[in-house]
């Protein structure tokens, strides 16, 4: 069974900095491209941050260029997501999902994790 | 405000058939690039629902499915249900610069 833990979500005052981990297991994980997809309170999906299986092609929503780093531990089968700069507007609960193939452009998420929350508050 | 536009919200009786549209531009759907549905029931993760424009997993009723034409993508369901009650989400691509993008969302409600 696939399964996406999160952890690492917590209260963080603005131009903090926090980094969530996602645990991955139930898949062969140095196969599969992973992302990162937040959704603030009552708001929609946003699409953060996406990794391919050996780190070689990253992208970024504009949102959080030059304050977010995604990276991955395939032989700790693991997810990250390092948090600068943090504003308002980056309280969101974060979802850590996968793909079913290497790359992540144009393929689809085929599995999330339940998310881990991001408050950002002074 | 999303690049890709999705109605706030649609609504239908059961066993109608509703359809949810995502418009986008020149630079993602309109640049033929690939459009995946998510079905999103409130207070869970969201669920693949159509992948590659007109494509289903593994579980996912035939009433779902997926179109694209010039600019915009549209999800159809046929024979509403009471558990279809969710929220919609569209995603597409930019450039591989750019990234990925997700719809606003659409809230279906089963009358």
């Known amino acids: 069974e696939v399964q996406l833990v999160e952890s690492g979500g917590a209260s963080v005052q603005p131009g903090g900095s926090l980094r969530l981990s996602c645990a991955a297991s139930?898949?062969?994980?140095?196969?599969?491209?992973m992302h990162w997809v937040r959704q603030a309170p009552g708001k929609g999906l946003e699409w953060v941050s996406s990794i391919n299986w050996n780190s070689g092609t990253i992208g970024y929503a504009d949102s959080v260029k030059g304050r977010f780093t995604i990276s991955r531990d395939n032989a700790k089968n693991s997810l990250y997501l390092q948090m600068n700069s943090l504003r308002a507007e980056d309280a969101a609960l974060y979802y850590c999902?996968?793909?079913?193939?290497?790359?992540?452009?144009?393929?689809?998420?085929?599995?999330w994790g339940h998310g881990t929350l991001v408050t950002v508050s002074s | 405000q999303s690049v890709l536009t999705q109605p706030p919200s649609v609504s239908g009786a059961p066993g109608q058939r509703v359809t949810i549209s995502c418009t986008g531009n020149?630079?993602?759907?309109?640049?033929?690039?690939?459009v995946h549905w998510y079905q999103q029931v409130p207070g869970t993760a969201p669920k693949l629902l159509i992948y590659?424009?007109?494509n289903r997993p593994s579980g996912v009723p035939d009433r779902f499915s997926g179109s694209q034409s010039g600019t915009s993508a549209s999800l159809a369901i046929t024979g509403l249900q009471a558990e279809d009650e969710a929220y919609y989400y569209c995603q597409s691509y930019g450039s591989r610069l750019s990234g990925s993008v997700f719809g606003g969302g659409t809230k279906l409600t089963v009358l």
């Open positions: 590659i424009n007109n």
């Open positions: 999902a996968k793909s079913p193939r290497s790359g992540w452009w144009a393929v689809p998420i085929d599995y």
């Open positions: 020149s630079s993602n759907i309109g640049a033929n690039f690939v």
């Open positions: 139930g898949f062969k994980f140095d196969d599969c491209a």
